[in-house]
């Protein structure tokens, strides 16, 4: 028994070590490299301004995002209408857009010289055209990623909402109270701890993005590290900005597993009685499909629609097809790795053990991990062992660790990972030990039951796990922007190259390009998330 065991424990292990490495060795540098002047300079004067600026971006964000997903949740899982089945996937399609290239199109729609305020201008209503917002600052960030993010909070809110029994609510209307008071007194206190989840989500994401609030002069924590190793040479430096973007990254994640944890007690229990959604008229309806299309038009429809019209209209950028083939490679190589990662883990939970359940858990936490720090904890791992391998060798060693392509991928993995846990774990908590008992009692050994048994049944999930990992790696772009080798430019990383110049037009293409390669990886997984919620 134990020599069974022992394979997926080992399994888990590894993906801990690979989560939990770069995060170890940030940590490690921090509190051991001596302090450096620009450090001490950002001290005195920008870093305060980092802080702050990440406070009010995550803040905007969670509120914009929390309001729109659970709204829409509620819809979804509550009330029948024309075309519901259809927005019950759709409405998580704004997550396959990168929030940096949604912060490109918002931006040049809402600019004093952009489509928006131009035709008032030049009617002579410049007063009525100062009066629309321009999405910038940090405030126009937190929007951004609200339009982008709040998918993850509707995808929770709706399985919360769907999963509430209706005992509860019409005990309520029974002792007198009204709709709303139901739904403020009863129906969102109970499903709070998941939204609770949701919003950490967006927290974490909004935390990690670096392109977004570039763009849009709101220089987070996640920029100091960036510039802090790009612009100042000093890795010890984007190490300790690195902890302190860790500390506010980790704060979210905790409060996530607790959420989670919390929120079984919201679920519906006792049987799977649940409610009968209303039918609405012809004017409810119109109003219902109104507020579902109206996040998807905002986080989806008007940037890539502005970025269409720019790259129709403007000169192609160069290395398009190149970087398309990066993103390609390296995303489909990640993936592939996750999720073989991903059901190692699931088989170390299944196992049993406290040591393999342990490290499983432990490279869950890789997620929580910004992008740049990732990266930062990569180049400190390969860079020790670089050097390591020079003393053994007596001189330069042959093989270049660092800045090469399986430094990137690692520090993908050290992140992503944890993304193809939880659906590979969901998929094979689905295969009985029923099953197994079954099969060993007719000889079957363990490598045939996962081969003949576990595989056909969990295929699905361990699908939609990849094609997760798939879509979160074509977006990355601060870990690239780290960690690429020379002259290996990504789509993420062009577009903003481009972006940064104020050459727009040049950085459309790529961001479409971006969108259009994950669209139909979030569909087929949207359509499987949502599969239950639309019967």
Known sequence: ????????????????????????????????????????????????GYVLNTIIVTATAMVLAGFVGTAAGWIIARLEFVGRGIFAWALALPLAVPAYVAAYGWLDLTEAAGPLQTPLRDAGLASLANLLPVVRGPLGAGFVFAVTLYPYVYLIARQAFSDQHPDMQNAARTLGASNWQTLTGVTLPLVRPALAAGLALVAMESMADFGAVAHLGAPTLTVGVVRAWAGAGSVPDAARLAVLLAFFAYLAFALERQSRARARFGQSGGGRQRYQRIQLGLRQSVIAIFACLLPIILGLALPLGRLLYLALTEPAARGVVEALQHSLTLASITAILAAIMGLGAAYAIRGGTRFGILSARLASLGYAAPGAVAAVGALVLFGGLQNALDGVWGGQFPVLLSATAGALIFAYLSRFAAVAIAPSETALSRVTHRLDEAAKTLGARRRRIAVEIHWPLILGGVGIAALMVFVEVMKELPATMILRPFNTDTLAVIAHNYAADERLGQAALPSLIIVLATIPAMVLAARSLTRGASR
């Open 1 to 48: 028994m134990t020599r069974s065991r022992s394979g997926p424990a080992l399994f888990g292990s590894l993906a801990a070590l690979v989560a939990a490495g770069p995060i170890l060795a940030v940590v490690w540098i921090a509190m051991t490299a001596p302090w450096g002047d620009y450090l001490l300079h950002l001290i005195q004067t920008r870093l305060a």
